[in-house]
């Protein structure tokens, strides 16, 4: 019975059983959606089975979120359809839970402990995450390169007909962009222009796309104009965002030479872990020691959990959008409506001025929390890095135990396996008799046997006889010096499981711990703030382009203001704000703008818009713009590329800590403890002699 009970403990049997409820939950799923009925007339059985499977996922709470948010994403690039968009995240949604399910049934082979799997199967969950969004930026590159033929063609049909609507109708896309431009043509023929250029605005978020809907649109309504050269607006204006789309190319090549698969190189310390272990152990097994017991498993995990965060920090960074737009976790948000839970956290925020202060950092850094947010983000940080905390030292100090109890290698420097092996290389003594060996050696030791007279530094004569007879009776071919090897062993054994114990000060570290988890929230705003300098030159110099552009096409503040909104990412809620306002205190609203950002060349932008209401024309106060152009042009590059490699810079830095972990703790640490020992333990023996 015992044997068939440690069969299904085997780490082979459990990841058996895990594939085989992978399978028969996946199999039913497949059969019941077979068995519905689909409403979709003009859908593929493939397009209809995805819908069906995405409708069956939304129905779990878990999943509701995470569904929401790629859908919101994959929407926003005004490419795919509802359909594609449902068919794209059953896949990866699929795709997920295969990848953690195999990542947990080969980190359950790999590692023994569950602390290690479940990272495992966080970091599957992660990268597949990762995946999905890595997917988007190339259908984002590949929607700029058509943007870019399809402005051309445009440009070219217009030449030749001098009409918007024309030219729009004869000129040649690209299969992604093909139904953004009928939208287009869409908005240009309706007789509710306006409204429908709203519409398209919220379902079309993505920027150049906006910026042509709204170009066509003011070209076709107002008529062309021309410049004291007699060029034409429609056709600089063109050129212009073409040359931007350019930039946008460049940029997003130079970044992906910078960066390449630098993220991936961060996961390679993990399968190596029991590569190192296998080589110390099968050669020294005396660092058994640090790398099986509670120092290893602390290793071990700290390694695991270096290598994710380096890949989520490093992943990020090479993203093309690094810092979020609404930074806000909708568990926290949904806490916060329970009443008590408010009040307790209204009562420990900061008051007055450390308020204010605190205040102030959350909109330098243009996040969307609230004071009280932060504060219960910070809050289920502690809570969880102190249940982290005590759950990695109450597992290291079992798996530790568990591990030296029931080990029976040599525990000296250099392996002496050869020494217990017959001539055919298999062991003289079955690892059952050596452990039944220790297990009389512990009990004896717990009763008082074999005491060390501390006087003397070794056994009674009495003890040894004793001890003799015990090995001897196990192990009766061995030498005299293989029988004093044994008594090292045990007695070092024996020390080191009296040693291994969950003792009272690990709940001190936890809250040690805790009380930094608690600051992490600070540290991720600050890193957040960081990031957002380089975004806001990089959208402050896209909204000067957009300038360029709008200034050419005579409309007024008001106008450019509501453009400069829509397009906008960063300063989105304060140019919303002023736009809201404009229309009641124009002056008042603007000089609110200006102290809300902290770019000098943006509060001069808008000391520019200021003298736009009254006193001049979008084209007479931006004139600058233009005869700059080139130079803002060069200087966009250069920001945005200094901006890539500071982070590849940051990034090259931190995807070498997991290997110097790997490295120092797992492989030169246990060398270091052992050699340090063994001197000690010689230098003891000759002070004896």
């Known amino acids: 019975m015992e044997y068939l009970i440690e069969i299904f403990r085997s780490p082979v049997m459990i990841v058996g059983a895990v594939i085989f409820v992978i399978s028969t939950v996946a199999g039913a799923l497949v059969l019941k959606l077979s068995k519905q009925k689909v409403n979709y007339k003009k859908q593929t059985k493939q397009e209809a089975f995805y819908c069906c499977l995405y409708e069956e996922y939304k129905k779990f709470p878990i999943l509701k979120t995470y569904i929401r948010v790629m859908t919101k994403k994959l ?86 007909c001098n009409d918007v609507v024309e030219s729009l109708e004869t000129a040649s896309y690209g299969n992604r962009i093909a139904k953004i431009m009928e939208r287009i043509h869409g908005v240009l023929i309706s007789t509710n222009g306006e409204l429908k250029l709203k519409e398209f605005f919220e379902s079309t978020p993505f920027k150049p796309v906006q910026t042509l809907a709204y170009v066509c649109y003011s070209i076709n309504n107002t008529g062309d104009g021309y410049d004291a050269e007699g060029n034409s607006t429609f056709i600089s204006t063109l050129l212009i965002m073409n040359k931007d789309i350019n930039q946008e190319l460049e940029r997003q090549d130079y970044q992906f030479m910078k960066f390449g698969k630098l993220e991936y190189l961060t996961l390679i310390p993990i399968p190596c872990i029991p590569f190192v272990q296998w080589f110390l152990l099968k050669y020294m097994p005396g660092t058994s020691i640090i790398i099986e017991g509670m120092a290893g498993y602390v290793i071990r995990i700290l390694i695991i959990v270096a290598c994710i965060y380096c890949y989520d920090y ?33 009562n420990i925020t900061p ?7 605190l205040k102030q950092k959350l909109e330098n850094a243009f996040s969307k929390k ?4 932060l504060y219960v983000e910070k809050l289920l940080y502690a809570m969880a890095v102190f249940a982290f905390g005590i759950m990695l030292f109450l597992s290291a100090t079992i798996a530790g135990r568990n ?66 007879k015990l090995i001897r009776g196990t192990m009766p ?15 070092k054994k024996y020390d080191w499981l009296q040693k291994v114990h969950f003792y009272w000060y690990y709940i001190d570290i936890s809250f040690v711990i805790a009380a930094a988890g608690f600051f992490l929230p600070n540290l991720n705003l600050k890193k957040r703030s960081s990031f957002l300098k380089e ?13 360029t552009i709008l200034m050419s096409m005579n409309c007024d503040t008001m106008e450019a203001l509501e453009h400069l909104t829509q397009v906008s990412t960063i300063h989105k809620d304060m140019l919303t704000y002023g736009y809201q306002g404009y229309a009641s205190n124009p002056i008042a609203e603007l000089s609110n703008m200006i102290e809300k950002t902290p770019i000098p060349d943006f509060k001069r932008f808008i000391e520019k818009m200021k003298m736009t209401v009254d006193e001049l024309s979008l084209e007479e106060a931006f004139v600058d713009l233009i ?49 340090f020992t063994e001197m000690m333990s010689g230098i003891n023996e000759l002070q004896d002699i």
Do not use: W
């Open 477 to 491: 071919t061995i030498n005299d010096l293989q029988v004093e090897d044994q008594k090292t062993r045990l007695a």
């Open 535 to 547: 975004e806001e030159e990089e959208e402050f110099l896209q909204l000067q382009t957009i300038m």
């Open 75 to 160: 929407s926003s690039m005004s490419v795919y359809s509802k359909n594609e968009v449902k068919e794209i995240i059953s896949k990866y949604l699929t795709a997920t839970m295969a990848s953690v399910a195999g990542t947990i049934s080969v980190a359950l082979l790999i590692f023994s402990d569950i602390a290690s799997v479940v990272l495992c199967g966080i970091l599957a969950y992660i990268l597949i995450t990762t995946m999905l969004e890595k997917r988007m930026e190339r259908i984002n590159y590949i929607v700029y390169t058509q943007l870019k033929y399809a402005m051309e063609s445009i440009r070219l049909e217009y030449m030749r």
């Open 314 to 346: 490093i992943s990020k960074a090479n993203s093309m959008h690094v810092v979020k737009e609404d930074d806000r976790i909708l568990f926290i948000f949904n806490l916060l409506k329970n009443k008590f839970i408010f009040h307790f956290v209204k």
């Open 403 to 468: 591990y030296m109890l029931h080990y029976t290698g040599s525990l000296s420097m250099i392996s002496d396996e050869k020494d217990y092996k017959d001539k055919n290389g298999k062991p003289i003594y079955t690892k059952k008799e050596l452990y039944d060996m220790d297990l009389t050696y512990i009990g004896l030791r717990n009763k008082g046997k074999f005491d060390f007279d501390r006087m003397q530094g070794s056994l009674l004569e009495s003890g040894q006889e004793e001890l003799t």
């Open 351 to 357: 008051k007055n001025r450390k308020r204010r202060l």
């Open 370 to 373: 609230s004071i009280e947010e």
């Open 627 to 675: 005869q700059n152009r080139e130079h803002i042009c060069n200087t966009r590059d250069e920001v945005l590329k200094n901006n890539i490699d500071k982070r590849r810079n940051k990034c090259g830095q931190r995807a070498k800590v997991p290997f110097m972990m790997t490295l120092i703790l797992l492989f030169v640490f246990p060398l270091m403890y052992m050699g």
